[in-house]
T-cell receptor, first 113, second 112 residues
Framework: EAQVTQNPRYLITVTGKKLTVTCSQN?????MSWYRQDPGLGLRQIYY???????DKGDVPEGYKVSRKEKRNFPLILESPSPNQTSLYFC????????????FGAGSRLTVL | GENVEQHPSTLSVQEGDSAVIKCTYS??????FPWYKQELGKGPQLIID?????GEKKDQRIAVTLNKTAKHFSLHITETQPEDSAVYFC???????????FGKGTTLSVSS
C-alpha cells in the first residue's frame, strides 16, 4: 500500500531532550515536507525537501532541523524541544516539486513539558 | 507570500442538506487549489482539487468552484451524510510548487 509512515505517533517529552520524528514513504517520491498543525492556525510548513540532500525552510522552521540522506526518509529533528513545539506534526510527500497531489502521513502528536 | 482565508470555522447541517465552505487567496499566481478532509486521529486526505484553467469540478456529491478573477474557491457537498463530519481544509499551492498554504479549517458536523 502506498503510504507515508511516521513514528512515533504519540510522544511526551521534557524541555531540552533531543528527539527525532521519523518519516518514510514507499512511493519513490522526490518531494517531502513537514507541517505542524495547531488549533486555530491550520497547517503550517516547517521544512521541505525537493530531493536527496536538498532541503529548505518553510514558514516556521525555528527550532527544527531536517535531513534527506535517502529518498524515502525525511526525519524531523528537535535538538532542544520547548513547550511551544507541542503540536501535531505531519509528514507529506509528492512525486516532485512540479507535481501537485500531496499525500500525508497519519500524524505525530508531540507534547513537550 | 500567499495567504488563504477560510469560512466558516464551524458548520452544522442536518443530514441531507448541502454544505458550502468558502476560501479566498491572495496570490494571483497560484494555480492549484486542493481540498482536504481530516477525520479524528488521521492525517488530511485529498478529496478534490482544481487547477486554474478549470472553473468547476465535480466528483459525485462533492464539487469545487474557482473564480480566479475574485480569487476565491468553494467546496460544495450535497446530500450530506453523518460520515461527512470532519475538519475540511482548503489550500493554495505557492507559485514555486514547494508548499501548500492552508486555510484554518472548517469543522463540519452533520446530524441525523
Amino acid at each position: 500500500e502506498a503510504q507515508v509512515t511516521q513514528n512515533p505517533r504519540y510522544l511526551i517529552t521534557v524541555t531540552g531532550k533531543k528527539l527525532t520524528v521519523t518519516c518514510s514513504q514507499n512511493m519513490n517520491h522526490e518531494y517531502m515536507s513537514w507541517y505542524r498543525q495547531d488549533p486555530g492556525l491550520g497547517l503550517r510548513q516547517i521544512y521541505y525537501s525537493m530531493n536527496v540532500e536538498v532541503t529548505d525552510k518553510g514558514d516556521v522552521p525555528e527550532g527544527y532541523k531536517v535531513s534527506r540522506k535517502e529518498k524515502r526518509n525525511f526525519p524531523l529533528i528537535l535538538e532542544s524541544p520547548s513547550p511551544n513545539q507541542t503540536s501535531l506534526y505531519f509528514c507529506a510527500s509528492k512525486q516532485s516539486s512540479g507535481a501537485n497531489v500531496l499525500t500525508f502521513g497519519a500524524g505525530s502528536r508531540l507534547t513537550v513539558l | 507570500g500567499e495567504n488563504v482565508e477560510q469560512h466558516p470555522s464551524t458548520l452544522s447541517v442536518q443530514e441531507g442538506d448541502s454544505a458550502v465552505i468558502k476560501c479566498t487567496y491572495s496570490d494571483s499566481a497560484s494555480n492549484y487549489f486542493p481540498w482536504y478532509k481530516q477525520e479524528l486521529g488521521k492525517g488530511p486526505q485529498l478529496i478534490i482539487d482544481i487547477r486554474s484553467n478549470v472553473g468547476e469540478k465535480k466528483d459525485q456529491r462533492i464539487a469545487v468552484t474557482l473564480n480566479k478573477t475574485a480569487k476565491h474557491f468553494s467546496l460544495h457537498i450535497t446530500e450530506t451524510q453523518p460520515e461527512d463530519s470532519a475538519v475540511y481544509f482548503c489550500a493554495a499551492e505557492n507559485q514555486a510548487g514547494t508548499a501548500l498554504i492552508f486555510g484554518k479549517g472548517t469543522t463540519l458536523s452533520v446530524s441525523s
